[in-house]
Each structure stands twice: as C-alpha cells, then as structure tokens.
C-alpha cells in the first residue's frame, strides 16, 4: 500500500490499460483493504469519471465515453470490466451503484455492439 500511495497524485489518468494497469490493483487491494479511505477515493473517482464523465473522460454526442483521441473502445470496455469486477468483488455496495454501473455496462456495450446504428465489433450486427 505504501507505494500505491506514493504514486498517487497528478498525473493519474482514468484508463487501464497495456501502459497503465493500477486501475486492475485498486479493484484488487479494495478486496482486502475495503475500508481504505485512499483506495475508496480513487474508486469512487473512477466511477464517476466512467458513468458521468470528467476531465479524463468525455461522451461523443451518441454516449460512447472516451478518454482519449484513439482505442476509445478498447479503454471504455476496460473501464467497463474493472467497474464489474469491483460490484462482483466488494461487499457492501449500494444498491443504487450496481444499478449505476449495469446501466452504464449496458449502455456503452449496446454502442460498441451497434444500438446507434454501426456495430465496431466484426461479424456482429449490421453495419449500413
């Protein structure tokens, strides 16, 4: 925890990624620290910037949330799966941020998979 903490500040960014995998030990500390005042925050944060946005994470005019100017969907199906695995992991969660997150899930992943017109998976959907 000591160098989790030391890292932390400016800097920091939303995504999890291939160059920025702390998001994947947040969800996994919060497991066995779950009452960590530090790892709650950055949680909290990062569920935000997800399902409403920041100064990481914008929405196209159509809702795909993005932090970034390319692999928007590679970073929002991340975000996507480290918000699940932190419900699925955590005890004592509200209610009303499952419900938060399992309507942000459902709602990225119908654009991914074409809800807005165009799936950007191949094979699936039709594509005008």
């Not at 291939?18 to 530090?38: C, E, F, H, M, T």
């Not at 390319?70 to 009303?96: D, E, T």
Request: hydrophobic share 35%; net charge positive; charged share 15%.
């Amino acid at each position: 925890m000591k160098h989790y903490k030391d890292e932390d500040g400016p800097g920091v960014w939303d995504n999890f990624d291939w160059d920025s995998n702390s998001w994947g030990a947040v969800i996994l500390l919060n497991r066995y620290y779950p009452n960590d005042a530090l790892l709650q925050s950055r949680i909290s944060g990062f569920i935000k910037s997800w399902t409403q946005g920041s100064n990481w994470v914008q929405f196209t005019p159509k809702g795909l949330a993005y932090s970034g100017p390319w692999g928007s969907l590679r970073h929002v199906g991340n975000a996507l799966f480290l918000m699940k695995a932190y419900v699925n992991g955590a005890k004592n969660i509200p209610a009303s941020l499952k419900s938060q997150i399992d309507c942000t899930v459902k709602k990225q992943l119908g654009y991914i998979l074409g809800d807005t017109g165009r799936s950007f998976v191949v094979g699936y959907g039709t594509n005008p």
